[in-house]
């Protein structure tokens, strides 16, 4: 599969500061990408996805921004909670049905 | 109903055992996948099943032979394992990505294996 990096492996961040998980992937011909949350002794959960005809996303506290010309994705998280201490992944989704993951980043909010 | 059920949650087996992992959803998904996940890793592909047939087999070891008996359940068999092959073992399924366009995959909460 593709490589699909993450800047920063762990991120410790204050209760209701904003978070910015980032992502690099390196095949430009992928058109799809995903994140998601995965708690301890859980599966992955869907958070948010992008095509790679937008640049930016939005769900409920959540925003994702695509930036083609440099590979780039990153996951905001609006006024974080203590709930979203999770392990979170982007994927990347190359031609028909495959999910290749990055490296994933350790999110801990302080209470 | 959105969810991919797995069973057993946990299993503990030895190198010489035969043992299945099992997998269903009915949300009409055609595209099933299993991936592995070792601690603090991101999960791997190993294999993927579009309407059925396998189409992807990430070079995966002859000791996983995955089964896909009908549109709505996905076995992994394991047979002679190593200990190294000890992970969380995710079942994934999504809408086919080659006919209904690309969207997001649902995943269960694996099977935690454990060879000894």
């Known amino acids: 599969g593709e490589s699909v990096g993450l800047h920063l492996p762990t991120l410790s961040v204050q209760e209701g500061d904003n978070s910015i998980i980032n992502c690099a992937y390196s095949?430009?011909?992928?058109?799809?990408f995903i994140w998601y949350k995965q708690e301890s002794g859980k599966g992955p959960q869907f958070i948010i996805d992008?095509?790679?005809?937008?640049d930016k996303r939005q769900g409920q506290r959540v925003t994702v921004l695509l930036n083609k010309t440099v590979k780039h994705l990153s996951l905001q998280i609006a006024a974080t909670q203590p709930g979203d201490s999770a392990v979170y992944f982007c994927?990347?989704?190359?031609?028909?049905?495959?999910?290749?993951f990055g490296t994933g980043t350790s999110l801990t909010v302080i209470p | 109903d959105t969810e991919v059920t797995q069973t057993p949650k946990h299993l503990v087996m030895g190198m010489t055992n035969k043992k299945s992992l099992k997998c269903e959803q009915h949300?009409?998904?055609?595209?099933m996948y299993w991936y592995k996940q070792k601690a603090k890793k991101p999960p791997e592909l190993m294999f993927v099943?579009?309407?059925?047939?396998?189409?992807i087999n990430e070079s995966v070891p002859s000791r996983f032979s995955p089964e896909c008996p009908n549109s709505s359940l996905l076995n992994l068999h394991l047979h002679a394992l190593q200990p190294e092959d000890s992970a969380l073992y995710l079942c994934?399924?999504?809408?086919?990505?080659?006919?209904?366009?690309?969207?997001?995959?649902?995943f269960g909460q694996g099977t935690r294996l454990t060879v000894v």
């Open positions: 994934a399924s999504s809408q086919d990505g080659g006919r209904a366009g690309n969207t997001e995959a649902f």
């Open positions: 095949n430009s011909a992928s058109d799809y």
């Open positions: 992008i095509r790679s005809n937008m």
């Open positions: 994927a990347e989704n190359l031609t028909g049905n495959q999910f290749y």
């Open positions: 949300m009409g998904h055609r595209a």
């Open positions: 099943y579009s309407y059925e047939k396998l189409s």
